[in-house]
């Protein structure tokens, strides 16, 4: 989704801010653009469609240089990706970058008509230039103020830097739904969507609380809460790699990414499992007691951490004997849910700021839920901060918009929450013996998975002419179907679809022919001999089936069926080790069809935008 940089320094910023775009370009956008004041107070202002490179190619024709600016990567939300539409906005002398969605900007740019405004663009964010400005020039007082009036008029999410070219020395933010991090240099700061961006110039950081205001200048950072009270937020010494944007020497950052899942893994259990024993001591004080009265674990997500969540209700009702239900976040937060007593309201999510999982944990919070835990990639994430309880996955970022590393990392700490509700369930102690012993051998099997990179291309290539797959699956292994799907769509544009096995006869049975790959995840477990019927009903019909299953299960290959076979695994763990293997698949397939693999069109990193 859309990125912001902003930097107020003794020093030229223009390159930092054209820098922290290119660390930003992972998140997705279709066109950039910065403004910049002069020494003089002149603004000036550049925009382009596309890439940041094309940006920085232009910005070598024109003096950008000054010490004060903000930066901004678009994503098209209202508006088409042209160079008008992209930030910075202007209003007289007020300049905005935006990230998020105004809702009610339709009313405002009525109002604003009738104060005399005109529109030059179709965005939402042209609203906020000149509210700003218009509430400038009707009113006396501090910067700050001006915002904070202009907040609370605003409806939707947002992360906002402005400049006023008339005080060349004051970055002000907003913050609401979207995030926004101060970046604390030496007679410098900086301002961000994602600390990612600074890190070429400074560690510390400030991370804004919801309904923040702030105000910064090369030698001050100030802070007002949404009381409008002054507050002093926390500084944090960022711990996050500064090559986590290096491809090293993959090709692609997806690519990189899958091949690192058995150092995520490790990383992820390290200090968690010992002895047979899950230890989840970070859930915090009380946090047993509290998970003691659990009786119902409700998860909310979207996208790959929904199909992880999926996954964890098998396990939740199969391991721990806890009923389990699991919904889109989207769905959930605009119907009616109604609370089952002691329940425990889960989210799942990479990023950490998926709006509409963010919206649900709040909405759980005002129907009363017992209490919340989220499952999060990114520590200091607004779903971290809004939880009761937060079990961090440890994948380190991750860069590529198809999730790869953070879905197996998500699966495995779910596992262990699995085992340790369990255990406080009173649930057999050689469940979670197990449950630990199939986790510490998890990245070894991972490595064969790995190890068969060529042999999976060779079947990608047979998906070239490819418009549709089908992927299906039983039991656990049926979300890695949809996840499977899901990765294949996203990055190579194939239609895909998933379904549980047994349902292949009440419809999806009618679109089999020699044309139809269908990708049959079938690992040897107890519904082995079930699937191997499904099979059979494909196989009878034509199909063209490829069969991802392990050494030593009983399949003979046949014309249109290809075995793929892997190495054995722990059953409980069978999810996580084959999502590796369809995650090659697509990526693989992707590279043939030569799409975009890690930015895949239309599709962003962080969806801060309901
Ligand atoms: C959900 C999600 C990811 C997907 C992509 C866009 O985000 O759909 O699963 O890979 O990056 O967003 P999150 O809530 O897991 O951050």
Redesign the pocket.
């Known amino acids: 989704m859309c990125g912001i940089v902003g930097a107020v320094a003794q020093r030229d910023i223009n390159e930092i801010l054209l820098k922290g775009l290119r660390r930003l370009e992972y998140r997705g956008y279709d066109s950039s653009g910065l403004a910049v004041v002069d020494k003089y107070g002149h603004l000036k202002l550049l925009r382009r469609v596309g890439k940041v490179s094309v940006l920085i190619d232009a910005a070598q024709q024109y003096d950008l240089t000054g010490n004060i600016g903000i930066a901004h990567t678009r994503w098209a939300t209202h508006g088409k990706p042209t160079e008008n539409n992209a930030h910075p906005h202007v209003s007289g002398h007020i300049v905005v970058v935006h990230n998020g969605m105004i809702e009610n900007h339709e009313p405002l740019r009525e109002k604003l008509r009738e104060h005399g405004y005109t529109f030059v663009t179709q965005t939402d964010t042209e609203v906020i230039a000149h509210l700003v400005h218009w509430e400038q020039c009707q009113h006396s007082g501090a910067f700050f103020e001006v915002i904070q009036r202009v907040v609370n008029v605003l409806r939707g999410a947002y992360g906002i830097v402005i400049m006023d070219i008339r005080n060349p020395g004051v970055l002000a933010a907003a913050r609401s739904g979207s995030s926004l991090v101060i970046g604390l240099g030496i007679g410098e700061n900086f301002l961000a969507s994602d600390q990612l961006a600074l890190l070429p110039v400074t560690r510390r950081f400030i991370f804004l609380e919801e309904g923040d205001v702030s105000e910064i200048t090369c030698c001050t950072v100030r802070v007002w809460n949404q009381a409008g009270n002054s507050v002093k937020r926390e500084e944090i010494i960022s711990q996050v790699k500064y090559d986590a944007i290096d491809k090293g020497l993959y090709r692609h950052y997806m690519q990189k990414e899958i091949f690192e899942q058995p150092q995520a893994i490790k990383n992820t259990i390290a200090g968690r499992v010992n002895h047979g024993e899950v230890i989840l001591s970070e859930l915090g004080f009380g946090a047993d007691a509290l998970l003691l009265q659990v009786q119902h674990v409700q998860i909310i997500?979207?996208?790959?951490?929904?199909h992880s969540a999926m996954v964890a209700r098998y396990w939740f009702e199969a391991m721990a004997e806890v009923s389990c239900d699991v919904e889109i976040?989207s769905e959930f937060r605009y119907r009616k849910p109604t609370m089952r007593p002691g329940s425990l309201f889960i989210t799942?999510?990479?990023?950490?700021?998926?709006a509409d999982?963010l919206s649900a944990l709040r909405l759980s919070k005002a129907i009363g839920y017992h209490s919340s835990l989220t499952i999060c990639?990114v520590e200091s994430s607004s779903l971290v901060r809004e939880s009761d309880m937060a079990l961090m996955t440890r994948s380190g970022a991750?860069i590529s918009?198809?999730?790869t590393k953070?879905?197996t990392a998500?699966l495995t700490v779910l596992l262990m929450l699995v085992a340790h509700i369990g255990r406080l369930r009173g649930r057999c102690k050689r469940i979670e013996e197990s449950i630990v012993h199939a986790l510490q051998t998890l990245p070894s099997s991972i490595e064969q998975v790995l190890s068969l990179d060529q042999l999976i291309k060779t079947v990608a290539e047979e998906f070239l002419d490819k418009k549709h797959a089908l992927f299906l699956g039983r039991g656990d292994l049926y979300p890695i179907a949809m996840e499977a799907a899901l990765k294949l769509k996203?990055i190579s544009y194939i239609h895909a679809e998933a379904y549980a096995a047994g349902e292949m006869k009440h419809g999806p049975l009618a679109l089999i022919d020699a044309h139809m790959p269908v990708i049959v995840i079938a690992p040897n477990n107890q519904l082995l001999e079930k699937l191997k019927s499904n099979i059979e009903e494909v196989k009878v019909r034509g199909g063209l089936l490829y069969i991802f299953t392990e050494k030593d299960t009983v399949f003979t290959a046949s014309k249109n069926m290809k075995i793929i076979r892997l190495t054995q695994v722990e059953q409980i763990v069978a999810p996580i080790f084959y999502a590796v293997s369809m995650q090659l698949l697509a990526y693989h397939v992707s590279l043939i069809k030569g799409t975009n693999v890690d930015h895949p069109r239309n599709?962003?990193?962080?969806?801060t935008v309901e």
Request: negative net charge; aromatic residues 6%.
């Open positions: 997500a979207c996208g790959s951490s929904y976040a799942v999510s990479q990023s950490g700021e998926t999982t990639n991750e918009v198809a999730s953070s879905f998500q996203e599709l962003a990193k962080a969806v």
